[in-house]
């Protein structure tokens, strides 16, 4: 695997990785440094699956082939 790093930035600045890795699972910062993959957030490059609550703070419109649904303003 070849990574790319932008100028000035070195393999000790980017920190450690945290959890089981696994394919699909979206990555969250733990804290200023280190990232870990989410079980329960996961997307597949055409379905974004949240495991539990969700929480949307704006619009949501939901769409099919068929109908589209709107909540929000």
Same mark, same amino acid.
């Given at each position: 695997? !070849?990574?790319?790093?932008?100028?000035?930035?070195?393999?000790?600045?980017?920190?450690?990785? #945290?959890?089981?890795?696994?394919? $699909?699972?979206?990555? *969250? =910062?733990? &804290?200023?440094? $280190?990232?870990?993959?989410?079980? $329960?957030?996961? =997307?597949?490059?055409? *379905?974004?699956? !949240?495991?539990? &609550?969700?929480? !949307?703070?704006? &619009?949501? *419109?939901?769409?099919? &082939? #068929?109908? !589209? =649904? $709107?909540?929000?303003?």
């Amino acid at each position: 695997m !070849v990574a790319y790093l932008p100028p000035g930035i070195t393999t000790s600045d980017i920190g450690g990785v #945290s959890g089981t890795g696994a394919d $699909n699972r979206i990555p *969250t =910062f733990t &804290d200023a440094t $280190n990232i870990q993959g989410e079980a $329960n957030l996961t =997307f597949d490059s055409s *379905t974004l699956t !949240v495991t539990g &609550d969700a929480v !949307v703070t704006d &619009d949501l *419109t939901l769409n099919t &082939d #068929s109908a !589209v =649904f $709107n909540m929000g303003a």
